[in-house]
T-cell receptor
Framework: DQQVKQNSPSLSVQEGRISILNCDYT??????FLWYKKYPAEGPTFLIS?????DKNEDGRFTVFLNKSAKHLSLHIVPSQPGDSAVYFC???????????FGTGTRLKVLA | DAGITQSPRHKVTETGTPVTLRCHQT?????MYWYRQDPGHGLRLIHY???????DKGEVSDGYSVSRSKTEDFLLTLESATSSQTSVYFC???????????FGPGTRLLVL
């Protein structure tokens, strides 16, 4: 049972436009969420997080939105740059469980 | 970058042999994790540790064991390697159970 789902395996966006990556979860006990970016042959790199007490968190070009009633979060990248081309993972956690559940990832390609 | 190293970075082994992967951190973080990354599955948690000698299973722990005798080291052992354990293995660390996890560079393991 996949508790965290990223239903789009890949996404292509023109440079300068907005990239929107989506993530759905099934466990209503999840209360903290992370987004990671991963380049080939490297470990995942933390991008941005959000707690369930918020519905939005922003850091530069990256904004994460959380819709708890829909059990959905999204990562917006504006403007998209070619260097953003990578695989993006969302992850969810319940406090006190010590662990995150990761989605399967979305490969973003930003076209110059 | 967080001070996390993994060794070896690449390994080829034969079915049935034991293999040990090492994760070393210089951050004095309490939590350490082992994940595997496979196409179509994203990152899946194998085992994690919430302190010296305190470990627990993740979602794909069969065929793996771990040990943590020091804060800085977390070892992952494949007791008898199988071809299904061919994967890229990532170690991660965190200060508390919902803190951002920082990942190592990964170990690419091929079991023939």
């Amino acid at each position: 049972d996949q508790q965290v789902k990223q239903n789009s395996p890949s996404l292509s966006v023109q440079e300068g436009r907005i990239s929107i990556l989506n993530c759905d979860y099934t466990n209503s006990m999840f209360d903290y969420f992370l987004w990671y970016k991963k380049y080939p042959a490297e470990g995942p790199t933390f991008l941005i997080s959000i707690s369930s007490i918020k519905d939005k968190n922003e850091d530069g070009r990256f904004t994460v939105f959380l819709n708890k009633s829909a059990k959905h979060l999204s990562l917006h990248i504006v403007p998209s740059q070619p260097g953003d081309s990578a695989v993006y993972f969302c992850a969810a956690s319940t406090s006190g469980t010590y662990k995150y559940i990761f989605g399967t990832g979305t490969r973003l390609k930003v076209l110059a | 970058d967080a001070g996390i190293t993994q060794s070896p970075r690449h390994k080829v082994t034969e079915t049935g042999t034991p293999v040990t992967l090492r994760c070393h951190q210089t951050e004095n973080h309490r939590y350490m994790y082992w994940y595997r990354q496979d196409p179509g599955h994203g990152l899946r948690l194998i085992h994690y540790s919430y302190g010296v000698k305190d470990t627990d299973k993740g979602e794909v722990s069969d065929g793996y064991s771990v040990s943590r005798s020091k804060t800085e080291d977390f070892l992952l052992t494949l007791e008898s390697a199988t071809s299904s354990q061919t994967s890229v293995y990532f170690c991660a660390i965190g200060r508390n159970d919902q803190e951002t996890q920082y990942f190592g560079p990964g170990t690419r393991l091929l079991v023939l």
